[in-house]
């Protein structure tokens, strides 16, 4: 797998949708191509939390401002015929941010609902990189035996808690971070934010 395929980004119904919004401005910017899939109930917390109207029925990417010289490939949650539903589509990774605790449950437990539960379990069975960012607290023993289900299964669960050594200054700053650490796991070079030099 080359390091230049496509990586897969969902946004769900999670609270966090600033994460998955600068994750993606930072993959289309770095050049990569995005095959970015979002929930319905994505959609909600997107007006609630950045006021971004999002139209699923008739997507425009335009919506989420400069997206650089990347490419933006949008999929239908419902549309299972989707390339990242079959193993066969090459990818670089896939990332759920925001994850919401019904979708790692749903890959924890292999049940493919939708086409963002099926390509997660697409990335889980042909072995690569699948890496969910939820943000829930506080946490039931539910979503720690989900968490440590989709962790033996392959997935790297990178909880939305930044660091502070870094000082923020902003809420930027907090995401930015966040998004470093995802970045960091798909290979992708970036100093988005500080690392700790002892």
Avoid at 109 to 131: P, Q, Y
Avoid at 140 to 149: G, K, P, Y
Avoid at 189 to 197: S, V
Wanted: aromatic letters at 6%; hydrophobic letters at 40%.
């Amino acid at each position: 797998m080359t390091s230049s395929a496509p990586i897969v980004l969902a946004m769900t119904g999670a609270s966090g949708a600033p994460y998955g919004v600068a994750l993606l401005r930072r993959l289309c910017r770095s050049g990569r191509t995005v095959h970015l899939t979002i929930s319905p109930s994505a959609t909600r917390v997107l007006k609630e939390e950045l006021d971004l109207d999002v139209d699923l029925k008739r997507f425009d990417g335009g919506v989420f401002g400069d997206l650089g010289l990347g490419r933006l490939v949008y999929h239908d949650c419902g549309d299972f015929g989707a390339g990242i539903a079959s193993g066969s589509f090459r990818t670089s990774g896939m990332v759920v941010a925001p994850c919401s605790m019904s979708t790692l449950a749903g890959v924890a437990h292999g049940l493919t609902t939708n086409l963002i539960t099926r390509a997660a379990d697409v990335h889980l069975k042909e072995r690569r990189k699948l890496i969910l960012v939820p943000r829930e607290t506080p946490l039931s023993l539910i979503h720690l035996e989900n968490m440590t289900q989709a962790t033996r299964a392959g997935a790297v669960v990178l909880p939305a808690a930044p660091g502070w050594y870094h000082r923020p200054k902003s809420l930027d700053d907090l995401v930015d971070f966040i998004v470093a650490r995802v970045c960091d796991q798909l290979g992708i070079e970036n100093e988005i934010a500080p690392r700790w030099g002892g």
